[in-house]
């Protein structure tokens, strides 16, 4: 997302990474731990993100110093290694999500708007 500037409504992949820190800030978890979240979150409306978006918003979080990656031996497997996410600079964090929250509302008051002006 462009910092300080709109666009028409809120992208994806900003919708996805706010959602990914505040699940984040919620438990440390794994990329598929985020797809299967957020697909039962949002479901009920056809939202459902795709496994490359998922990692993309990641590793953006991950270039922006919001999340850090670290891996862990999978429980009862010797060998097998899984990647889990947690918050490396709650500030930051924070601050994204600050700017988000406006971002939801200035783009919630466009389809507020359109859906009275259009539907009643």
Same mark, same amino acid.
């Given at each position: 997302?462009? @910092? ?12 996805? @990474? ?6 984040? *800030?919620? +438990? @440390? ?9 957020? +697909? @039962?979150?949002?479901? %009920?409306?056809?939202? %459902?993100?795709?496994?490359? +978006? ?5 590793? +953006?979080?991950?270039?922006? =110093?919001?999340? *850090? %990656?670290?891996?862990?031996?999978? !429980?009862?497997?010797?060998? !097998?290694?899984?990647?889990y996410y947690q918050i490396k600079n709650p500030d930051e964090a924070r601050r994204y999500k600050k700017m988000l929250k406006s971002e939801l509302e200035r783009s919630s008051?466009?389809? !507020? ?6 539907? =009643?």
């Open positions: 997302m462009t @910092k300080g500037v709109s666009t028409f409504l809120l992208r994806q992949r900003a919708f996805l @990474k706010l959602y990914m820190i505040t699940l984040t *800030e919620q +438990e @440390k978890m794994y990329g598929l731990d985020y797809l299967d979240e957020l +697909e @039962k979150k949002f479901d %009920r409306f056809g939202y %459902r993100p795709n496994h490359s +978006e998922i990692y993309k918003s990641l590793h +953006e979080l991950i270039d922006d =110093g919001i999340l *850090e %990656r670290y891996s862990k031996t999978k !429980q009862g497997k010797k060998y !097998q290694k899984v990647i008051g466009l389809l !507020q708007t359109a859906l009275k002006d259009n539907y =009643g």
